[in-house]
Structures are given as structure tokens and as C-alpha cells.
């Protein structure tokens, strides 16, 4: 069974390398690197996460299997208003675990918390999953989870929003619900990212796609890729993201995993507009210094607009950093 399984994933693959080469070359643009889907990545070998942590690939794991939430300190650098932070027995299908992490946001009494650490010595590409389940009640999210580099590496996430980075001391992503539309898509913030009207930097979003939807009220597997541009004269840095181990596609291009020459789109202001009639995306030159590098994680709730007293519940769970696809949890057979 494991041998047919492994035929079937190795005949998809190539498949989707093919598609990709043909789409590219009649677009124009460069044809983007074939990106695995589904359960075809790292989780596959490990049902249920177990045992996970000790793939050589992996760089992190935490699966809030904590005896307190004091515990959390032992894996974590940095962490904010403790007080909305408890565990809960709420957790996924296919889950080995016990228990989750909730954060409960009261709108009047704080903007939220966050988890925040290194990941040290530094990469040229990772993948982060995690599990995320929004309240149906939860008001709207202004920042979510963020992926990134500073140079130097602090044990603490640091300012710069409405600024543009100079390439040589950070770049994030996050990974957002976006408020009232409640749908995902990045936030970046780099050196040649795009300005609002007001000539301000604010974090550029690439999807654009209401359909993409942010779900309430059930678990939602997220995955995040960030690879650096090497050499750092090159815009070659790419970043994707999969919901529920899928990427995104629309009018025959995938939209969620950009890189030099796709997809096809124009640029309005800071929001860049998939469209297969549009030009090749430029790609990421993410910095100018090849000391900057990936190596923070920042696990964020950050709630501005919620009525005072109102609880806007978010549980996390099952977070695995790694330097390859990790795709969503496998079941035990």
C-alpha cells in the first residue's frame, strides 16, 4: 500500500511539474518551481505528528502538550499578556494530542498576545504549518502569524510598521485573515515592496481573492513557505501559502505561490492583482545582505476593533517549522 501510495504522489508530482513548464512557457513568464500539495509532505510519514520533532528536516514542533502555560517559556523567547492564554481540550482531526492553545481577546482590555521566538542559526527557505480554529463570534483579526528575518536576530519581534526595510536589517511575512473579509493572504514588508497612496508602507497583500476564505468555526490546516533570494542581487526569493494542504488557483495560474516571472498580475498602489493578461510578477529580492535570513517565528493575535467586553476566542495547535513541505496531519492508521 505505502508502495502504490508513494507511485500515485510521484505520478501527481511530475504531472504538476509538466503543467507548470507548459503554462509558463505560453505565458511569457518563467515557469514556477512545481510545489507538492496535499498529504505529500513531511506529516505524511508522521501520523498524528508523532514523532515528528526528530525528522532531521524539522526545525521546531510545539504541540502545547505543556503541563502550564508557564511551560511555555522552555520553547518560547517572548511571550504577552499571559492572562488571555489557557489550553483547551478543543483540538484537530487527526490530532495525537490532548490539548490546544486558546487565546481569548476581551475587546476593551488588550490588543492581544503573542508567542515569539528564534530560530536559530538562520535559513535560505522554510515551511511553516500550523492548525488555527477562529470563534464564529471572533471579531475582526488586524495581524496575524508572522514569518521572518532580522539581522541581527533579536530574542523579541521588533517595530518598523509604515516603514519599508532597507534589505539589510529584516523582512516579515504574515499570514492574514484580513479583517472583515475574513480571507487569507500575505502581509509582506521588504525592501522593494510598493507604498500606499499616502506614501506609506504598509504590508502588501498578493491574493486578493475573497473566495479564499478565512473559515469560522472549524479547524483550518495553514502553510507558509518564505525562500530567500540567492545571490542578493537576484529577485528570486519566493513565498506560498496552502490552505488545508492546497494552493490557490484561479483562471489557470496558482496565485498563492509567487516568485520571479509568476503569477501574471498588475500592481495597484501596495496590492498586487493576479491576472493571467497582466505581466510576470517581478519576484522578491528580500534583502541586499546575505546576513539577513530567515529566522524568527511570531505567533500573533492582534485585535483593534472589538466592542468592550466582547471575547473573540482563537485556538492554535500542531506548529511545525521545517525546511520542506510539511503538508496537514496524517491520521493513524
Known sequence: MDVLRNRIAFSIMIAAMCAAVAMGAASGGEAARALPEGNSGIAERYPGDVGIAKDTRVVFVEDFEAGSVADLNKSWENITNREILSFSPDIPAGSTGQQSLLMTHVGGKSTGAHLYRRLQPGYGQLHLRFYVKFDLKCS????????????????????????????????????????????????????????????????????????????????????????????????????????????????????????????????????????????????????????????????LLYVTKAPDGHESKVWFDHIVVAKEYIGPLTPLR
Open 140 to 299: 475582526p483579526i488586524h495581524h496575524f502569524v508572522h514569518m521572518g528575518g532580522y539581522n541581527p536576530p533579536t530574542p523579541w519581534p521588533q517595530g518598523g510598521a509604515g516603514e519599508r526595510p532597507g534589505g539589510h536589517e529584516r523582512f516579515t511575512t504574515g499570514v492574514e485573515p484580513y479583517g472583515n473579509a475574513w480571507r487569507w493572504d500575505f502581509y509582506s514588508y521588504w525592501m522593494e515592496m510598493r507604498s500606499s497612496p499616502g506614501e506609506k508602507f504598509w504590508g502588501n497583500d498578493f491574493i486578493n481573492d475573497n473566495k479564499l476564505a478565512a473559515a469560522r468555526g472549524k479547524w483550518v490546516c495553514v502553510e507558509l513557505m518564505m525562500k530567500m533570494n540567492d545571490p542578493v542581487t537576484e529577485r528570486n526569493g519566493e513565498q506560498a501559502i496552502w490552505i488545508d494542504g492546497q494552493l490557490w488557483r484561479k483562471e489557470g495560474q496558482v496565485i498563492s505561490h509567487l516568485g520571479k516571472g509568476f503569477p501574471k498580475g498588475k500592481w495597484v498602489w501596495d496590492s498586487f492583482l493576479p491576472d493571467p493578461k497582466g505581466e510576470p510578477f517581478e519576484g522578491f529580492r528580500w534583502r541586499k545582505d546575505e546576513n539577513l535570513n530567515l529566522n524568527f517565528l511570531w505567533l
